[in-house]
């Protein structure tokens, strides 16, 4: 599928090209706050219905990444991990009172690199959630790896607990990128922990790729595009680089050299699209690639995609736990986050209170927004006659948003036809925008966000 010309025009780049969440959540976290009542948090939690989808931020890294933008410890002690699964085991406790359910349908181990565990520290988990959790039937148990930090052994650890997707980040395979970005990870090292990946019996291998780094030039990329191609993963995620020093300063340091300017961001974009289709995978969402009989591509064509704080799945209506430092938490209509810290977690779990730090309970109208962009996220395609008999209102209510799209309409980037807004190939990359339009919070937030191309 060719979804977009290799000469987009570069006034529409300048004119779209602003700030602007990528939406995994609605309202963004930048909403949540700490004035919120924990027990109505919890209470949402209680009555939302079962099975669970866990998430364990496991947060070590042994070095920094100078693009990473997640809340990272950075260590070379993996005598750190215990008194962490302490804490994790602690916090298991004081929640699974607030449960519906201890039926778990997926389990995702994100950080950090879960793979900075020993594979003692990984057998301990496996054991720790096997005493307070069941398994649904047919669980999806994802982990995130870090090839740098992988052995044999600990692959096998993870299968043990179930573990048969994983996922990691390969970025860009080019050594002068890699160096310009502070992580080094030879061609040598993906294709063996993908050996060891696989004969674990590993049935789902996500690889992510970054562009918009330094040093990056579209031809730099096809390259790293054809050799992750080589590698043969099932999905592959594609994310543009964004640049928020304000919120991870290791960020300031890829200042000194010249990041890719929109237009080349967007040329980078278009040779993975054409390499990677002409590979047999479908895109997926925003940012998603996967192979045709893979189940997110399924799940794509019959409409069934949805999007969380993890990006795209398959699975719907799972109330969301997440565990650990800074880790957020979906139920209903309540999102929660940890301290991002690990003195504050810590000194949480100390005092014997759940680490909790904000949240945010959503209203009947951020309900009605929320379906709304996650339509658009998820389908790109929306009825606002549909969406908004769902929800008790009529699309008048959205008669300044539908006035406000017509300027994307008239630069081919959505059709609206009575109330129907159906976002053309060319609107699908600047879908963050077009979500945009039906955000109420966005303006004062606005600049708080990366920039969308
Ligand atoms: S990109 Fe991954 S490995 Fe690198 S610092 Fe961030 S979390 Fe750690």
Same mark, same amino acid.
């Given at each position: 599928?060719?979804?977009?010309?290799?000469?987009?025009?570069?006034?529409?780049?300048?004119?779209?090209?602003?700030?602007?969440?990528?939406?995994?959540?609605?309202?963004?976290?930048?909403?949540?706050?700490?004035?919120?009542?924990?027990?109505?948090?919890?209470?949402?939690?209680?009555?939302?219905?079962?099975?669970?989808?866990?998430?364990?931020?496991?947060?070590?890294?042994?070095?920094?990444?100078?693009?990473?933008?997640?809340?990272?410890?950075?260590?070379?002690?993996?005598?750190?991990?215990?008194?962490?699964?302490?804490?994790?085991?602690?916090?298991?406790?004081?929640?699974?009172?607030?449960?519906?359910?201890?039926?778990?349908?997926?389990?995702?181990?994100?950080?950090?690199?879960?793979?900075?565990?020993?594979?003692?520290?990984?057998?301990?988990?496996?054991?720790?959630?096997?005493?307070?959790?069941?398994?649904?039937?047919?669980?999806?148990?994802?982990?995130?790896?870090?090839?740098?930090?992988?052995?044999?052994?600990?692959?096998?650890?993870?299968?043990?607990?179930?573990?048969?997707?994983?996922?990691?980040?390969?970025?860009?395979?080019?050594?002068?990128?890699?160096?310009?970005?502070?992580?080094?990870?030879?061609?040598?090292?993906?294709?063996?922990?993908?050996?060891?990946?696989?004969?674990?019996?590993?049935?789902?291998?996500?690889?992510?790729?970054?562009?918009?780094?330094?040093?990056?030039?579209?031809?730099?990329?096809?390259?790293?595009?054809?050799?992750?191609?080589?590698?043969?993963?099932?999905?592959?995620?594609?994310?543009?680089?964004?640049?928020?020093?304000?919120?991870?300063?290791?960020?300031?340091?890829?200042?000194?050299?010249?990041?890719?300017?929109?237009?080349?961001?967007?040329?980078?974009?278009?040779?993975?699209?054409?390499?990677?289709?002409? =590979?047999? +995978?479908?895109?997926?969402?925003? *940012?998603?690639?996967?192979? @045709?009989?893979?189940? #997110?591509?399924? /799940? %794509?064509?019959?409409?069934?995609?949805?999007?969380?704080?993890?990006?795209?799945?398959?699975?719907?209506?799972?109330?969301?736990?997440?565990?650990?430092?800074?880790?957020?938490?979906?139920?209903?209509?309540?999102?929660?986050?940890?301290?991002?810290?690990?003195? =504050?977690? +810590?000194?949480?779990?100390?005092? *014997?209170?759940?680490?909790? @730090?904000?949240?945010? #309970?959503?209203? /009947? %109208?951020?309900?009605?927004?929320?379906?709304?962009?996650?339509?658009?996220?998820?389908?790109?395609?929306?009825?606002?006659?549909?969406?908004?008999?769902?929800?008790?209102?009529?699309?008048?209510?959205?008669?300044?948003?539908?006035?406000?799209?017509?300027?994307? =309409?008239?630069?081919?980037?959505?059709?609206?036809?009575?109330?129907?807004?159906?976002?053309?190939?060319?609107?699908?990359?600047?879908?963050?925008?077009?979500?945009?339009?039906?955000?109420?919070?966005?303006?004062?937030?606005?600049?708080?966000?990366?920039?969308?191309?």
């Amino acid at each position: 599928m060719k979804a977009f010309s290799n000469n987009f025009n570069p006034d529409l780049i300048q004119k779209y090209n602003r700030a602007g969440p990528r939406y995994t959540s609605y309202p963004t976290a930048l909403q949540f706050h700490d004035k919120v009542d924990t027990a109505d948090l919890l209470g949402d939690l209680k009555t939302t219905p079962g099975p669970l989808s866990l998430y364990l931020h496991l947060p070590f890294c042994e070095s920094l990444c100078w693009f990473c933008a997640c809340t990272t410890v950075i260590t070379r002690n993996p005598d750190r991990v215990n008194g962490y699964l302490d804490a994790l085991e602690k916090e298991i406790q004081l929640l699974t009172p607030h449960l519906p359910a201890r039926e778990v349908a997926q389990l995702h181990y994100g950080g950090g690199s879960p793979s900075f565990l020993e594979p003692e520290h990984i057998r301990r988990l496996n054991t720790l959630l096997g005493a307070h959790f069941t398994d649904a039937p047919a669980p999806e148990k994802s982990v995130e790896l870090d090839p740098r930090t992988l052995t044999e052994e600990k692959v096998r650890a993870f299968a043990e607990g179930g573990f048969t997707r994983a996922s990691f980040g390969v970025q860009d395979v080019n050594p002068a990128v890699q160096q310009a970005v502070h992580r080094v990870q030879p061609d040598e090292l993906n294709r063996t922990a993908i050996g060891w990946i696989r004969a674990a019996g590993f049935n789902s291998l996500n690889l992510d790729l970054i562009y918009g780094l330094p040093k990056q030039t579209r031809e730099s990329f096809a390259e790293t595009v054809d050799t992750v191609i080589e590698y043969n993963p099932d999905r592959i995620a594609l994310f543009s680089y964004a640049h928020v020093p304000w919120v991870a300063p290791a960020q300031k340091i890829l200042e000194r050299s010249t990041l890719p300017p929109p237009e080349e961001k967007l040329a980078m974009f278009q040779v993975a699209l054409d390499r990677l289709s002409a =590979a047999g +995978y479908a895109f997926i969402g925003m *940012d998603h690639f996967a192979k @045709e009989s893979d189940e #997110l591509a399924r /799940a %794509a064509r019959s409409g069934g995609l949805h999007r969380n704080f993890q990006g795209y799945t398959t699975r719907d209506g799972l109330s969301l736990c997440g565990l650990g430092m800074s880790s957020i938490s979906q139920s209903g209509r309540a999102y929660r986050q940890n301290f991002k810290t690990l003195d =504050a977690y +810590y000194g949480a779990l100390a005092n *014997d209170r759940l680490p909790l @730090e904000r949240g945010y #309970l959503l209203s /009947a %109208a951020d309900l009605l927004r929320r379906d709304i962009i996650m339509g658009l996220m998820c389908r790109f395609c929306i009825d606002l006659e549909d969406v908004t008999h769902a929800h008790n209102t009529s699309p008048a209510e959205f008669a300044p948003a539908l006035a406000e799209l017509e300027a994307f =309409a008239q630069d081919g980037l959505v059709e609206i036809e009575g109330p129907r807004i159906r976002v053309t190939p060319t609107g699908r990359f600047l879908i963050r925008n077009i979500a945009m339009v039906f955000d109420a919070y966005l303006r004062p937030a606005e600049n708080r966000h990366a920039r969308t191309i």
